[in-house]
C-alpha cells in the first residue's frame, strides 16, 4: 500500500502561482511513476501532469501551456505541482496518484490521495 497525502491548496487569484505537494508513505517512493489529476464539480477527473519514477521523464496536459510543472523529491518521498498564471479555469480539486507505469490514463494509477482543494478568484 503506499498513501499519499496533499496539501497547499488555496484560494488564489487569476494570474497567481500556487504550488501543492503530495507526501508519500508505504512502499518504496521511487517504485512509482507519480501523476497529478484534477475534478472541477460537475466534471470528470482529469489528467494534468505526470513525472516518471527518475523524474526525468515528464508529460502534460495541453490545457496546462507551459504554465504548471511537475517535480519529485524521492528522498523527500514527495511530489510537486507548480501552478503558474492560474485562471478561474484552473478551479477545482487536486489529486496525487502512484502507479508502476509512466502514463496519462487513470487507469495507469493504483493509490490516490484524498485531494486538495484550489480555487483561482477572477
Known amino acids: 500500500q503506499v498513501q499519499l497525502v496533499e496539501s497547499g491548496g488555496a484560494l488564489v487569484q487569476a494570474g497567481g502561482s500556487l504550488r501543492v505537494s503530495c507526501a508519500a508513505s508505504?512502499?518504496?517512493?521511487?517504485?512509482?511513476?507519480m501523476g497529478w489529476f484534477r475534478q472541477a464539480p460537475g466534471k470528470e477527473r482529469e489528467f494534468v501532469a505526470t513525472?516518471?519514477?527518475?523524474?526525468?521523464?515528464?508529460r502534460y496536459a495541453d490545457f496546462v501551456k507551459g504554465r504548471f510543472s511537475i517535480s519529485r523529491d524521492n528522498a523527500k518521498n514527495t511530489v510537486y505541482l507548480q501552478m503558474n498564471s492560474l485562471e478561474p479555469e484552473d478551479t477545482a480539486v487536486y489529486y496525487c496518484?502512484?502507479?508502476?507505469?509512466?502514463?496519462?490514463?487513470?487507469?495507469?494509477?493504483?493509490?490516490w490521495g484524498q485531494g486538495t482543494q484550489v480555487t483561482v478568484s477572477s
Open positions: 508505504g512502499r518504496t517512493f521511487s517504485n512509482y511513476a
Open positions: 496518484a502512484a502507479g508502476l507505469s509512466f502514463s496519462v490514463g487513470r487507469p495507469s494509477y493504483d493509490y
Open positions: 513525472i516518471s519514477k527518475s523524474g526525468i521523464l515528464t
